[in-house]
């Protein structure tokens, strides 16, 4: 009779467990400002049973011993020790009982006039199974790094969660980065396999990514094999390693088991970019990067369970994995991406896609906004926009006119815009409105989510505490969460050095702040990485790239004010004499940077100098070319440390090309 009780007992655990795995559809916990304060405290009181609380909303196989370990100041803090999950599993076999015939991705092609695909949960799944068995045939194992190169379509959504599924470590690289770029990446990384296409369809042109991706072999010994898509119907010849996408699917089953890895097990790689020259692989693990994705998905956009979500980022940076594939699916969500681009075959292009499948939840980047804006009110004709409900904000800081134009125009003055911040190395949203619930302020990012624990610190480490108007400072976070990245690839010195180092005890992110009674107003990189049309560049990147160029003698690349890309490349580049034709001379260079980096990183402009600002012990004073190149040559500050003090005054009198 006791073992009878016991099992029922034991029973309704199991059921009560179940029930939370298989629930239908996953309701955001915040649904008011109380819930946000309470959910706030609650993290405050106790991080770990905060977090533990979010984690128990997913499958684990087996739960956890011990919720957070390790030392946070020395970048070494782990989540759920002990701990079993699959997140192929929590996004696409767990929804299956309720969600099989629900639409899980919708495809909007480049052209308007092609058709677009909806798969549902269902035949998501078994594409993924498929896809994980065609790795598993290419001998493709738990831990080995497979590359994608891809463009924007089903393919690569089912490439990066069959890697998931089987323990594989996908590392996207953007279809715009050159082959060089790619080479770089694959070697670093190790990847296995690689998977591409044959061409990318951008607007009214072609990138041929797997003609790109050949010239990147020659360099890169680690790949064993490559799958292509065919896409774009560009020629191409495969090698005796090298198979095509539909071939090898068509010989697989759909059904596949989910690996059952540890918590702490890599999930992906993503290359960013840092002051230093080399990008760097930041990776995440599969257990608190679900946890927290899945979390700040519900809770920042606030989706209806019929809802559309459409996240426009490429796959290949860290907006386009946590919200456009991640966020969305472990939730049950829908969600929609865009093969294309925004101003192609004209202006109205989003909004049309937005009323063509009915976007409940738009989320985009201030420079898509911004270069809309030159567009006018003709792109809104025949436009209803009228299923949008949010609208969302991530990459950079958005200034006020792009801002209420989103609001009015977009948004019809009625709609929250949650301006998101974050980073690659947070893994998803950590300070931003919790949409239509808490103040959305033009400009600012306002509050931390719950368990994230931001502070403002000097130069010399003091703690700016907001007690009055307005405080400034660096942006740190004090206390561990479950998204933030565990290393840099290969080498976890470069990643305490970088992010560890600066405020010991600290996550430092890179970012200046202001803090006032609205909360928090990101204003940008206090490092050497300019955000252009919010792509992060390492001026380093930027300039081993020009120093490619045999003319160039040195180089140092700023950041300028840019009324749509937010910030521009402006660089400084030191030849022996003034160029005879310096417009020529400056495509050159540009060309280094395409063919070492991609061409979104491209020196807008670009001056031919004689000298640079440098200190006596040789370091490039950049604030002063900073100024030059916002045009602000009036006053310089303190130039006597200079070696050579005249020289800053020849610079601001030269021309850029
Ligand atoms: O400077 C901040 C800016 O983008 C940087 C992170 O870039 P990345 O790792 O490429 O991730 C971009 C997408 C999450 C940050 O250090 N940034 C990102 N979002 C915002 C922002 N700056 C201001 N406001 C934002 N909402």
């Not at 079993?84 to 767990?94: E, F, I």
């Not at 790619?182 to 190790?190: E, F, G, V």
């Not at 300028?560 to 030849?575: C, S, T």
């Amino acid at each position: 009779m006791w073992s009878r009780y016991l099992f029922g007992v034991v029973d309704f655990f199991v059921k009560l467990r179940d029930n939370r795995t298989h629930m239908p559809f996953f309701e955001a916990e915040i649904k008011t400002w109380e819930d946000y304060l309470r959910a706030y405290e609650r993290s405050e009181r106790s991080n770990a049973e905060f977090w533990a609380a979010v984690a128990d909303t997913f499958h684990w196989y087996e739960r956890w011993h011990t919720v957070v370990e390790g030392d946070f100041a020395r970048g070494e803090a782990r989540w759920f020790s002990g701990a079993r999950t699959n997140l192929c599993y929590n996004g696409l076999d767990r929804h299956l009982p309720d969600l099989a015939q629900k639409p899980a991705l919708i495809w909007e092609p480049n052209d308007p006039q092609d058709a677009s695909v909806t798969l549902t949960y269902e035949q998501l799944y078994q594409q993924v199974c498929r896809f994980s068995r065609v790795l598993d045939q290419l001998g493709v194992k738990k831990g080995d790094r497979v590359c994608l190169y891809m463009p924007m379509i089903p393919e690569a959504v089912v490439a990066m969660l069959a890697c998931a599924r089987i323990g594989a470590v996908h590392t996207v690289v953007f279809g715009g980065f050159s082959t060089a770029a790619l080479a770089d990446r694959i070697n670093d990384a190790q990847c296995k396999l690689l998977i591409t296409a044959d061409g990318a369809f951008r607007g009214d042109k072609i990138v041929p990514l797997k003609f790109m991706a050949d010239r990147a072999f020659f360099d890169c010994l680690s790949v064993e094999a490559t799958v292509v898509v065919r896409r774009t119907g560009e020629e191409v010849n495969l090698a005796a390693n090298e198979y095509w996408w539909h071939e090898e699917m068509e010989k697989q089953t759909p059904e596949r088991p989910a690996e059952i890895l540890d918590a702490e097990d890599p999930l992906f790689i993503l290359y960013t970019s840092g002051s230093t020259g080399k990008p760097k692989g930041v990776l995440h693990t599969v257990g608190g990067y679900m946890t927290y994705v899945g979390y700040t998905f519900r809770n920042v956009f606030q989706p209806k369970k019929d809802d559309v979500f459409w996240c426009t980022a490429d796959v290949g940076w860290i907006t386009g994995h946590s919200y456009a594939v991640y966020g969305p699916l472990l939730n049950g969500a829908t969600t929609l991406i865009f093969e294309g681009v925004p101003h192609w075959p004209d202006g109205g292009r989003l909004w049309d896609v937005c009323d063509k499948h009915k976007v409940n939840i738009f989320y985009t980047a201030p420079t898509a906004i911004r270069s809309l804006m030159t567009f006018g009110d003709k792109q809104f004709e025949n436009k209803s926009l009228a299923t949008l409900r949010t609208l969302g904000s991530v990459g950079e800081p958005i200034n006020v006119e792009a801002w209420e134009w989103y609001h009015q125009k977009v948004g019809g003055g009625k709609l929250p815009i949650t301006d998101t911040w974050w980073q690659t190395e947070t893994g998803g949203i950590m300070i931003a409105p919790i949409a239509g619930i808490t103040p959305a302020v033009p400009t600012y990012a306002t509050f931390p989510l719950p368990g994230i624990f931001p502070v403002l610190l000097d130069g010399a480490g003091k703690e700016q505490k907001y007690e009055g108007p307005t405080v400034y400072g660096n942006l740190c976070i004090s206390k561990p969460w479950p998204g933030l990245a565990r290393t840099t690839y290969g080498d976890h010195k470069r990643f305490v050095e970088t992010y560890f180092s600066t405020y010991p005890g600290y996550y430092f992110t890179g970012d200046g702040c202001f803090r006032d009674e609205h909360g928090y107003r990101i204003t940008g990189r206090v490092d050497d990485v300019v955000n252009v049309s919010g792509h992060r560049i390492g001026t380093a990147e930027v300039e081993n790239a020009i120093n490619e160029h045999p003319t160039a003698l040195e180089s140092a690349v700023v950041g300028f004010p840019h009324e749509v890309k937010g910030q521009g490349v402006h660089a400084f580049v030191l030849v022996v004499e003034t160029p005879e034709h310096p417009e020529k001379l400056a495509d050159e260079i540009r060309a280094e940077v395409v063919k070492n980096i991609g061409s979104f990183a491209k020196p807008e402009r670009i001056t031919f100098v004689q000298g640079l600002p440098k200190t006596r012990s040789g370091k490039i004073m950049r604030r002063i070319l900073r100024k030059i190149a916002a045009g602000q040559t009036d006053d310089f500050g303190d130039v006597s440390t200079l070696l050579d003090p005249a020289v800053v005054h020849d610079i601001a009198g030269l021309k850029y090309y």
